[in-house]
């Protein structure tokens, strides 16, 4: 008797442990296998574009928080950036320097998250993750210490910091930094060799380099498919080319790569933070720029090496208060262009790995 | 009828047990009850706790001293939820699984000896009734998935049934090893016959029975049928309440079923020094149920196509092997000196896990789908 099979479809979220928010994928299977799939968003959209033309410069900075929350910092590090260069503001030079130390630990503390999401996807039962969220935590009391807030910090102002690091930071940060090597060598020692999880994620979700170069695919996920594309080399921002770092870069472009990519990428992070906290100047933070402004007419686009990959900001302004136009490239939703190819042939189990490795963050994807 | 020469138990009973069958068959099922659901709830806190102390943070400590009480507390929130039957369910299947699932769980313990002759019933076919036994709860997973009529219960079903077809087998020839070198099939028989623990007169069938029986009890690393980052919650997504707590105590029964067996098989039953006989039961359980929570705690998931390759060409060539390794051992070596035998066998299990792993690792575990 032959059986009769049909395909049958699949709703994965919005309503998933694994789907880091509310992103859904209709898949359409075959058994367990995944012969269609059509990622579907928008649950998240609060309008924060539209918002923004509505409120002043200044006053944008708390959306900007709420992107990507996992890296708040660097939101604001970029829509900052953006301002500032429509208005031609000069920083000081400290603040500058403060603003590349926290937006360093804002991408550990990103990182922390995507690998420990990773592995607990991969179905390491929860100790990855919870050793890495302890390390995340200190990173935390960290950007708490600055700025009084543990997720959406608003530290950032135009021309500079909302206000100079308290006199506890300093030495914090160095007890941090002294930790720190130790705790990412304990990480890897967890599961960078593991057998399960080799066999998990080696050749596992391949994002081949054309691909990845035509989905506009950025960050972590690009470089692990083997392409050395990082704003802070390519593009230097801020003070980027007073440092010395290297580009981490994976072989294959498979879930593993984009694994190993973050945990090496921790590191250097760390090496541009120890650099800048002998660099840094006495000074004031911040340039002298009025609540109410209003930046010439024109536009600006302006992108940084956020965590996620290439963060920007486009501001359009017609000499008033608000911005006329206000538009973020959000590297979370970009990086997912290429989810549909990355996923057709491979297993349930494997979707769930390989979304996950691309590490998005639904704040950012929906805005 | 006369306790000594029972027909139905096939035991000789202690001379002084007081009653019969009857009076037997009751204290002995009173006494499984209670050890299986003390042992659960105690299983339950022991796994929270160690994997708490693994993961660095606390577990619970809140209800009761240290934490004791916090399985009583679930419990009694879980009777208090509401039972919820999804509408598109077949109500009878989704109310009879957890039932089917749980009856084999409680009755693999009837041969399970405490003491010397101590149990419900000392069959002497008792490893053939265990499996026979066990493999009914994947029936009562198979109709919750079923029943459920969601797509991720059915998937979840499913991985289930294809792990226990897999598994049986290599399970089964691991502890033909055993039952050769023990020469019964009585549970009795084997622990009696230990002088030596068979862990280490058959190490590689005590490592192939271990990995075999986490996939079979549905424990990491081949917790495939209720990966909760994949499928949710797999066959009991749609469950809840008592029906839940059902599949809860199943899959703890099922834990702590699958360590007696272990240490009863392996490391000597009740046998040992100076602790009365049912603690090292306990002891013993408690120490390879502490193997299983830490492989969970440090293994990600398989996937079910490596879970297939793992069982078909890992663990079931070494289970031969082992077998014929162990059925020419018995044939030619002297059975006074059973120390020859455990030489030969740990040297031959460790030469043969690196070769096979290697080989299973170089290209051989991929399945073409």
Same mark, same amino acid.
């Given at each position: 008797?032959?059986?009769?099979?049909?395909?049958?479809?699949?709703?994965?979220?919005?309503?998933?442990?694994?789907?880091?928010?509310?992103?859904?994928?209709?898949?359409?299977?075959?058994?367990?296998?995944?012969?269609?799939?059509?990622?579907?968003?928008?649950?998240?959209?609060?309008?924060?574009?539209?918002?923004?033309?509505?409120?002043?410069?200044?006053?944008?900075?708390?959306?900007?928080?709420?992107?990507?929350?996992?890296?708040?910092?660097?939101?604001?590090?970029?829509?900052?950036?953006?301002?500032?260069?429509?208005?031609?503001?000069?920083?000081?030079?400290?603040?500058?320097?403060?603003?590349?130390?926290?937006?360093?630990?804002?991408?550990?503390?990103?990182?922390?998250?995507?690998?420990?999401?990773?592995?607990?996807?991969?179905?390491?039962?929860?100790?990855?993750?919870?050793?890495?969220?302890?390390?995340?935590?200190?990173?935390?009391?960290?950007?708490?210490?600055?700025?009084?807030?543990?997720?959406?910090?608003?530290?950032?102002?135009?021309?500079?910091?909302?206000?100079?690091?308290?006199?506890?930071?300093?030495?914090?940060?160095?007890?941090?930094?002294?930790?720190?090597?130790?705790?990412?060598?304990?990480?890897?020692?967890?599961?960078?060799?593991?057998?399960?999880?080799?066999?998990?994620?080696?050749?596992?979700?391949?994002?081949?380099?054309?691909?990845?170069?035509?989905?506009?695919?950025?960050?972590?996920?690009?470089?692990?498919?083997?392409?050395?594309?990082?704003?802070?080399?390519?593009?230097?921002?801020?003070?980027?080319?007073?440092?010395?770092?290297?580009?981490?870069?994976?072989?294959?472009?498979?879930?593993?790569?984009?694994?190993?990519?973050?945990?090496?990428?921790?590191?250097?992070?760390?090496?541009?933070?120890?650099?800048?906290?002998?660099?840094?100047?006495?000074?004031?933070?911040?340039?002298?720029?009025?609540?109410?402004?209003?930046?010439?007419?024109?536009?600006?686009?302006?992108?940084?090496?956020?965590?996620?990959?290439?963060?920007?900001?486009?501001?359009?302004?017609?000499?008033?208060?608000?911005?006329?136009?206000?538009?973020?490239?959000?590297?979370?939703?970009?990086?997912?262009?290429?989810?549909?190819?990355?996923?057709?042939?491979?297993?349930?189990?494997?979707?769930?790995?390989?979304?996950?490795?691309?590490?998005i963050c639904m704040g950012e994807v929906d805005r | 009828m006369a306790p000594a020469n029972n027909p139905v138990l096939?035991?000789?009973?202690?001379?002084?047990?007081?009653?019969?069958?009857?009076?037997?068959?009751?204290?002995?099922?009173?006494?499984?009850?209670?050890?299986?659901?003390?042992?659960?709830?105690?299983?339950?806190?022991?796994?929270?706790?160690?994997?708490?102390?693994?993961?660095?943070?606390?577990?619970?400590?809140?209800?009761?001293?240290?934490?004791?009480?916090?399985?009583?507390?679930?419990?009694?929130?879980?009777?208090?939820?509401?039972?919820?039957?999804?509408?598109?369910? +077949?109500?009878?299947?989704?109310?009879?699984?957890?039932?089917?699932?749980?009856?084999?769980?409680?009755?693999?313990?009837?041969?399970?000896?405490?003491?010397?002759?101590?149990?419900?019933?000392?069959?002497?076919?008792?490893?053939?009734?265990?499996?026979?036994?066990?493999?009914?709860?994947?029936?009562?997973?198979?109709?919750?998935?079923?029943?459920?009529?969601?797509?991720?219960?059915?998937?979840?079903?499913?991985? +289930?049934?294809?792990?226990?077809?897999?598994?049986?087998?290599?399970?089964?020839?691991?502890?033909?090893?055993?039952?050769?070198?023990?020469?019964?099939?009585?549970?009795?028989?084997?622990?009696?016959?230990? +002088?030596?623990?068979?862990?280490?007169?058959?190490?590689?069938?005590?490592?192939?029975?271990?990995?075999?029986?986490?996939?079979?009890?549905?424990?990491?690393?081949?917790?495939?049928?209720?990966?909760?980052?994949?499928?949710?919650?797999?066959?009991?997504?749609?469950?809840?309440?008592?029906?839940?707590?059902?599949?809860?105590?199943?899959?703890?029964?099922?834990?702590?079923?699958?360590?007696?067996?272990?240490?009863?098989?392996?490391?000597?039953?009740?046998?040992?020094?100076?602790?009365?006989?049912?603690?090292?039961?306990?002891?013993?359980?408690?120490?390879?149920?502490?193997?299983?929570?830490?492989?969970?705690?440090?293994?990600?998931?398989?996937?079910?196509?490596?879970?297939?390759?793992?069982?078909?060409?890992?663990?079931?060539?070494?289970?031969?092997?082992?077998?014929?390794?162990?059925?020419?051992?018995?044939?030619?070596?002297?059975?006074?000196?059973?120390?020859?035998?455990?030489?030969?066998?740990?040297?031959?299990?460790?030469?043969?896990?690196?070769?096979?792993?290697?080989?299973?690792?170089?290209?051989?575990?991929?399945?073409?789908?």
């Amino acid at each position: 008797m032959a059986l009769r099979t049909e395909p049958f479809a699949l709703n994965i979220g919005p309503a998933h442990p694994s789907t880091h928010g509310v992103f859904r994928m209709r898949a359409t299977l075959d058994g367990e296998v995944i012969v269609d799939l059509e990622p579907v968003f928008g649950y998240l959209h609060r309008g924060v574009e539209k918002l923004a033309e509505q409120r002043t410069y200044t006053g944008i900075i708390p959306l900007t928080d709420r992107l990507d929350y996992l890296a708040s910092m660097s939101n604001n590090m970029a829509y900052c950036m953006a301002v500032e260069k429509l208005t031609e503001i000069k920083v000081p030079e400290r603040a500058l320097y403060l603003r590349v130390i926290l937006s360093e630990l804002q991408r550990i503390a990103s990182h922390l998250v995507a690998t420990g999401a990773f592995l607990n996807d991969c179905g390491a039962f929860m100790t990855p993750i919870l050793y890495m969220l302890r390390e995340r935590e200190k990173i935390l009391d960290l950007l708490e210490m600055v700025s009084g807030q543990r997720l959406t910090y608003n530290y950032m102002r135009i021309g500079g910091v909302s206000q100079d690091v308290p006199a506890e930071f300093m030495p914090a940060l160095q007890k941090f930094m002294a930790q720190m090597p130790r705790f990412i060598g304990e990480y890897e020692q967890l599961l960078k060799e593991n057998e399960v999880l080799i066999a998990r994620s080696r050749g596992v979700g391949i994002l081949s380099k054309e691909m990845a170069i035509n989905s506009g695919a950025s960050g972590p996920v690009l470089r692990a498919s083997g392409v050395q594309w990082d704003l802070r080399k390519a593009d230097p921002y801020a003070i980027y080319e007073r440092f010395e770092f290297d580009i981490p870069t994976g072989e294959m472009g498979d879930s593993y790569d984009r694994y190993r990519v973050r945990i090496e990428e921790m590191r250097q992070s760390l090496r541009i933070i120890e650099q800048a906290v002998k660099q840094i100047p006495d000074g004031p933070v911040k340039a002298e720029v009025p609540h109410l402004f209003h930046p010439p007419r024109g536009e600006v686009y302006v992108h940084i090496e956020a965590p996620k990959g290439e963060l920007g900001f486009y501001v359009v302004s017609d000499n008033s208060i608000t911005p006329y136009r206000f538009h973020v490239r959000a590297p979370s939703l970009i990086n997912l262009t290429a989810l549909r190819e990355m996923l057709i042939g491979w297993k349930i189990a494997d979707a769930i790995i390989i979304f996950g490795s691309i590490d998005i963050c639904m704040g950012e994807v929906d805005r | 009828m006369a306790p000594a020469n029972n027909p139905v138990l096939m035991v000789t009973l202690p001379p002084d047990w007081p009653g019969g069958f009857w009076w037997h068959l009751l204290v002995f099922s009173v006494i499984i009850l209670a050890f299986v659901l003390s042992m659960v709830i105690g299983f339950i806190y022991f796994e929270r706790r160690v994997m708490a102390r693994m993961q660095a943070r606390l577990g619970p400590n809140r209800v009761g001293p240290f934490g004791l009480l916090q399985a009583i507390a679930d419990a009694v929130k879980v009777l208090l939820k509401e039972d919820i039957v999804p509408a598109k369910a +077949d109500k009878f299947v989704h109310l009879l699984a957890p039932i089917v699932a749980f009856a084999p769980a409680l009755m693999i313990f009837a041969v399970i000896p405490f003491q010397s002759g101590a149990a419900l019933a000392d069959l002497n076919v008792g490893i053939l009734y265990i499996f026979a036994v066990a493999s009914v709860t994947s029936v009562g997973i198979f109709m919750a998935g079923w029943s459920s009529g969601n797509k991720y219960s059915i998937i979840g079903a499913m991985r +289930d049934i294809a792990a226990i077809v897999s598994y049986e087998i290599p399970m089964v020839l691991a502890i033909a090893g055993v039952v050769l070198v023990a020469g019964s099939l009585s549970l009795n028989q084997i622990v009696m016959t230990q +002088d030596i623990p068979f862990i280490l007169v058959q190490p590689l069938g005590f490592l192939l029975f271990f990995l075999a029986g986490c996939a079979e009890i549905n424990r990491s690393p081949f917790d495939l049928l209720e990966a909760d980052s994949e499928i949710v919650a797999g066959f009991h997504t749609e469950y809840s309440g008592m029906k839940f707590a059902m599949f809860y105590l199943v899959e703890y029964a099922e834990a702590v079923a699958m360590s007696v067996i272990i240490s009863t098989l392996f490391l000597g039953g009740w046998r040992g020094p100076w602790l009365p006989p049912w603690l090292w039961v306990i002891v013993k359980t408690g120490a390879v149920f502490f193997l299983m929570v830490w492989v969970r705690t440090t293994m990600p998931r398989a996937r079910i196509d490596q879970m297939m390759a793992f069982a078909w060409k890992f663990l079931l060539p070494l289970a031969l092997i082992n077998l014929l390794v162990t059925g020419v051992e018995i044939l030619f070596l002297p059975v006074t000196i059973p120390w020859t035998m455990v030489v030969i066998n740990i040297v031959i299990a460790l030469a043969l896990i690196p070769l096979w792993s290697k080989i299973f690792r170089s290209g051989w575990s991929k399945v073409e789908v």
